[in-house]
């Protein structure tokens, strides 16, 4: 028999000191047009947003990801309220006002307030735009991180859902919710979140990347359990990616990548480093590094942050590995 492969590194500490990050964590992943807009709207250039924004149109995964990452100006929120007061009618300008204000009220030192004005103006953009799903996903996004006691997620949910069934972005939020749920249950095979990845996944079209959920919930589950201490961080020791549930999940992930691979998708580098990070604690090196080949320099915090660890050096550290370069 072939002698088993070699354990996963432990991801998150950096295999030399000092060594610098060839990765960075861009919320615009690979969308060249965004990058640019994006550039010009931090200096003030709000009608290249505009433009970019009418351009999108109703692909409302691409809209979403696009006003998020716009949102994530520092000052955006005082670019988009100069547009709106220019164009007190336009939806877009609105939208990504609200967006701009949950961005601002989820950071660090953020007050009730931020919370409250942020909450408003995606409401305000909500009856501007009634059909987009994306004041509501920014909605969910302040709901999912807020320490006010409000727990309206699955409302929210519902409200994006019923725009656009299969929004991907919102679906990871949920899914990353429901994870949370019961820690002290361990890895109860019908915990809820991997009843909500499967509903999701069997209920999308055939293409819809939402076929990956299942590992994106085994990915939010693993997280959970470490955190309570009650999975190990180290893959060398841990179970959880080598089970019958682990392997069927990515097993059939996986195939449908093959198959249906979506790079026009806008969050598809997402996806695709979730499957890597799965196939990485696997020890499937070979898949590994055909996503790995694919994921480019489009690294993502999430999942690689998943064990406590550093995220770049996770990352870094698992290219390496599946890569097979020292």
């Known amino acids: 028999m072939p002698p088993p492969p070699p354990p996963p590194p432990p991801l998150g500490r950096s295999r030399r000191r000092g060594s610098r990050p060839d990765t960075a964590f861009d919320p615009a992943l690979d969308d060249g047009e965004l990058i640019i807009v994006r550039g010009r709207f931090a200096r003030g250039r709000w009608s290249e947003a505009r433009t970019l924004l009418v351009g999108t149109g109703r692909d409302w995964d691409r809209r979403a990801h696009r006003l998020l990452a716009l949102a994530e100006v520092p000052s955006a929120a005082d670019w988009a309220g100069d547009w709106l007061l220019v164009e007190p009618e336009s939806a877009d300008a609105a939208v990504l006002l609200g967006c701009a204000r949950v961005v601002r009220?989820?950071?660090?030192?953020?007050?009730?307030?931020?919370?409250?004005?942020?909450?408003?103006?995606?409401?305000?953009?909500?009856?501007?735009?009634?059909?987009?799903?994306?004041?509501?996903?920014?909605?969910?996004?302040?709901?999912?991180g807020s320490d006010d006691g409000r727990?309206?997620?699955?409302?929210?949910?519902?409200?994006?859902?019923?725009?656009?069934?299969?929004?991907?972005?919102?679906?990871?939020?949920?899914?990353?919710?429901?994870?949370?749920?019961?820690?002290?249950?361990?890895?109860?095979?019908?915990?809820?979140?991997?009843?909500?990845?499967?509903?999701?996944?069997?209920?999308?079209?055939?293409?819809?990347?939402?076929?990956?959920?299942?590992?994106?919930?085994?990915?939010?589950r693993y997280r959970v359990l470490v955190?309570?201490?009650?999975?190990?961080?180290?893959?060398?020791?841990?179970?959880?990616?080598?089970?019958?549930?682990?392997?069927q999940v990515m097993k059939a992930a996986f195939d449908?990548?093959?198959?249906?691979?979506?790079?026009?998708?806008?969050?598809?580098?997402?996806?695709?480093?979730?499957?890597?990070?799965?196939?990485?604690?696997?020890?499937?090196?070979?898949?590994?590094?055909?996503?790995?080949?694919?994921?480019g320099d489009h690294a993502t915090a999430a999942p690689w942050s998943y064990a406590g660890g550093e995220p770049h050096a996770a990352f870094t550290a698992a290219r390496s590995y599946a890569l097979g370069t020292p």
Request: glycine share 4%; with cysteine.
């Open 105 to 144: 009220a989820l950071r660090p030192g953020a007050t009730p307030r931020d919370a409250a004005h942020a909450r408003e103006g995606c409401l305000a953009a909500a009856r501007l735009a009634p059909e987009d799903p994306t004041p509501w996903l920014a909605l969910l996004l302040l709901d999912r």
């Open 151 to 220: 727990d309206e997620t699955g409302r929210l949910f519902e409200e994006v859902r019923s725009r656009h069934p299969d929004h991907h972005h919102a679906h990871h939020v949920m899914t990353a919710l429901l994870a949370e749920s019961s820690p002290e249950s361990g890895h109860d095979p019908l915990h809820e979140v991997y009843d909500f990845a499967a509903w999701a996944a069997e209920l999308a079209p055939a293409d819809s990347p939402l076929a990956v959920l299942p590992v994106i919930a085994h990915a939010e």
């Open 227 to 247: 955190a309570a201490g009650i999975e190990p961080a180290d893959p060398a020791v841990s179970e959880h990616w080598t089970g019958r549930r682990a392997r």
């Open 256 to 295: 449908w990548w093959l198959e249906w691979e979506h790079d026009d998708h806008p969050r598809h580098r997402v996806d695709l480093n979730f499957l890597a990070h799965a196939k990485v604690r696997e020890g499937r090196t070979a898949e590994a590094a055909a996503l790995f080949h694919r994921i």
